[in-house]
Structures are given as structure tokens and as C-alpha cells.
């Protein structure tokens, strides 16, 4: 079946660091892909997505291209903030309405100052 | 854009009682809901779909008699957590289609039995 595979957490990093979360994906078809954000006590944020291969999600300083040869859609940061500690989870979807998301099982970040 | 809200966005119960949680598409219809369940540091679990107008349907493992969904309008979905026990605390989200491969979540319930 599909599904979502992300990089073990917790990462801990120090503020202005550069983040990279790896995300690779196995799925029948060709899925969109998604990066949500999760910030504590609070439910799921859009952060990203790209629909099609080689598609750039951005939003926030965030940024992750869909890879098809590599089935990834890593995400990625220059500069983090102690505002962006969160769980990221990355999500893929086959369906074109919305429904049957599969999520990967989050990866925690904690930012320090 | 988009605005799924839930309601209560806390709740403590003792154990035996039943706790209605209800999620709003504030500004959208939505004839399909989802409802997921999130333990601590883990991912999303879906539970169940509620469909408008019909009954919901299930995923595998999960008690249908337990968790009573009821989506009684466009922009209404409740889970009903029916006797519930310590077990059942978790947090829950309900989260509403968008179109274009997009779906927007509720904040969260999260739901305590002592």
C-alpha cells in the first residue's frame, strides 16, 4: 500500500541553523505531496505541497521539490527560528478531492535561541 | 482561507460518561468529514469518514458502537466517545476535503477520562 516515510525525530537544532527533514514516499500512482505543521496543542497546518514531479513547494522560508526518481519531498530550511519548533509531518494523497491522506509519522523539531 | 472548527477544545470526563465532540466547516460545505486520532508523539490515525446525509464508514480496528458519528448537515460532524474510559484519552481532529488535493484540519479536542 502507499505510504509515507520520514526521518526519525527529535532534531534539535540552534536557531539560524539550516534544517533539511528527509520525507520519501512509496505510492502506486503519482501522488501529491504535502508538508504539514503541527504546533504544540494545536491541530494540523498546510505548510506546502507540489501536485506533479519536479514541482517547488514554498511558504514560510520552507521549501520542498516533489522527486520522482528519488520518490522524496524533503523539506528544507536556510535559517530556523525558535517560532518554528513544531512536528512536521509529510503526507501524500492520490485522491483529487482531498480524501485518503496518508500521513508519515511526524518528525519533532525543537529550535533553541 | 478555509476554517474547520472543533468543539470543546478540551474536555475531562470521568470514566463511564459520554463526550460529544463537534466539527464546523465555518465557511464551506463539506459533505465528507474525517475524523483522526492522534496519540502522544505519534501520527495521525484516521478512524472513520463521516459522509452527509449517510452513515460513516470505519476503519479497520475501529468500534463502531464506541464512536458514534453523526454528520447531520453540510457543515456539521460530531463523534460521540460513548462510555468512555482512560484508554480513549487522546487528542482528536477532524479535518474537512478543500478540493485541489487539499485538506484543512480542526485545532483539536483533546479529551482526558479519569
Known amino acids: 500500500g502507499d505510504s509515507v516515510t520520514q526521518m526519525e525525530g527529535p532534531v534539535t537544532l540552534s536557531e539560524e541553523a539550516f534544517l533539511t527533514i528527509n520525507c520519501t514516499y512509496t505510492?502506486?500512482?503519482?501522488?501529491?505531496l504535502f508538508w504539514y505543521v503541527q504546533y504544540p496543542g494545536e491541530g494540523l497546518q498546510l505548510l506546502l505541497k507540489a501536485t506533479k514531479a519536479d514541482d517547488k513547494g514554498s511558504n514560510k522560508g520552507f521549501e520542498a521539490t516533489y522527486r520522482k526518481e528519488t520518490t522524496s519531498f524533503h523539506l528544507e530550511k536556510g535559517s530556523v527560528q525558535v517560532s518554528d519548533s513544531a512536528v512536521y509531518f509529510c503526507?501524500?494523497?492520490?485522491?483529487?478531492?482531498?480524501?485518503?491522506?496518508?500521513f508519515g509519522p511526524g518528525t519533532r523539531l525543537s529550535v533553541l535561541p | 482561507g478555509a476554517v474547520v472548527s472543533q468543539h470543546p477544545s478540551r474536555v475531562i470526563c470521568k470514566s463511564g460518561t459520554s463526550v460529544k465532540i463537534e466539527c464546523r466547516s465555518l465557511?464551506?460545505?463539506?459533505?465528507?468529514m474525517f475524523w483522526y486520532r492522534q496519540f502522544p508523539k505519534q501520527s495521525l490515525m484516521l478512524m472513520a469518514t463521516?459522509?452527509?446525509?449517510?452513515?460513516?464508514?470505519?476503519e479497520q480496528g475501529v468500534e463502531k458502537d464506541k464512536f458514534l458519528i453523526n454528520h447531520a448537515s453540510l457543515t456539521l460532524s460530531t463523534l460521540t466517545v460513548t462510555s468512555a474510559h482512560p484508554e480513549d484519552s487522546s487528542f482528536y481532529i477532524c479535518s474537512a476535503p478543500g478540493g485541489q488535493e487539499t485538506q484543512y484540519f480542526g485545532p483539536g479536542t483533546r479529551l482526558l477520562v479519569l
Open positions: 505510492a502506486t500512482g503519482y501522488p501529491s
Open positions: 463521516s459522509n452527509e446525509g449517510s452513515k460513516a464508514t470505519y
Open positions: 503526507a501524500l494523497t492520490l485522491d483529487n478531492y482531498g480524501q485518503n491522506f496518508v
Open positions: 465557511d464551506f460545505q463539506a459533505t465528507t
